[in-house]
């Protein structure tokens, strides 16, 4: 009779926190207590990591600085251009390569494997402490669509076959402002002093993703490669986010990242045309 007194007992507090609009509040201290990590639907620990990916930042770089900020050893296997087709059809044909893409991460002691690059940082931040709350999750999604909307308009420019100098000003003059605009609407108020970030006052997976094409464009602003060309700061004008990635390239092990000289250099698909 106790037992079954006690388990009402549950039931009705569970529920008295479900209409309290608590759920919340109960379902994190809950994922918090039996995982021991913060974050919507927590995973175990990865170990034993390899990247599979190009000797290039690209797709791989998020990843790269996520596993490095929550100082997850892993390997990198980069294909050379004449290694890739025969690791393709390989990939393809075992499934390992769902798309015929990578990246791909895998973790064969906890029998991960993962490919298409939003779903690897996804899953590194369920596992690493570093996924959204389940309450703010649709905006951990609109985030992340919207750093794949901004990749997607820098791509069109470095890879169209007419590349040129007048070409990048014209992306940075008139297309780049507005998706910088898009974000600075969105980015943390400069009133935060610190550990400001766009998800739950606290680094999320999002963050990795949103800092990278920030660093991209940063790179493209300055153009070192030709210092005859108009070099632009990209994040001048748009003070939250440009405060944003400082304190991100300020964290220790992203800055150890970012100076490190292995680190693959920015790179142009091909030569302006009228430079």
């Not at 470095?158 to 100098?165: A, K, R, V």
């Not at 944003?244 to 091909?270: E, S, V």
Request: proline content about 5%; aromatic content about 14%; overall charge positive.
């Amino acid at each position: 009779m106790a037992s079954l007194q006690l388990l009402f007992v549950g039931i009705a507090g569970i529920l008295a926190i479900l209409y309290s609009g608590k759920a919340s509040w109960l379902s994190k201290t809950l994922f918090y207590l039996y995982y021991g990590k913060t974050g919507c639907m927590p995973l175990p620990d990865l170990s034993n990591v390899t990247l599979h990916y190009f000797p290039v930042r690209g797709r791989g770089e998020a990843i790269r600085l996520l596993l490095t900020e929550a100082q997850i050893s892993y390997t990198e296997y980069n294909f050379k251009d004449v290694q890739w087709s025969k690791a393709k059809q390989k990939g393809v044909k075992n499934g390992q390569y769902l798309f015929g893409q990578v990246p791909y991460l895998e973790s064969p002691s906890s029998g991960v494997g993962l490919s298409q690059s939003h779903a690897i940082m996804h899953y590194l931040g369920r596992t690493t402490g570093m996924d959204c709350d389940c309450d703010m999750m649709h905006m951990c999604e609109i985030l992340a669509q919207g750093t794949e909307d901004l990749r997607a308009k820098l791509a069109e420019v470095l890879h169209n076959p007419d590349f040129s100098l007048k070409l990048r000003e014209q992306y940075l003059n008139e297309t780049l402002p507005v998706w910088l605009g898009y974000f600075e609407k969105l980015a943390p108020p400069l009133s935060k002093l610190n550990e400001a970030f766009f998800v739950n006052d606290r680094l999320t997976w999002v963050d990795f993703l949103l800092f990278d094409q920030l660093d991209s464009n940063m790179e493209f602003g300055r153009f070192e490669e030709y210092p005859d060309a108009m070099s632009v700061h990209v994040l001048k004008d748009f003070p939250k986010l440009r405060k944003y990635y400082n304190q991100m390239a300020a964290r220790p092990r992203i800055a150890a990242f970012l100076n490190d000289t292995k680190r693959f250099k920015f790179a142009l698909p091909r030569r302006p045309k009228d430079a």
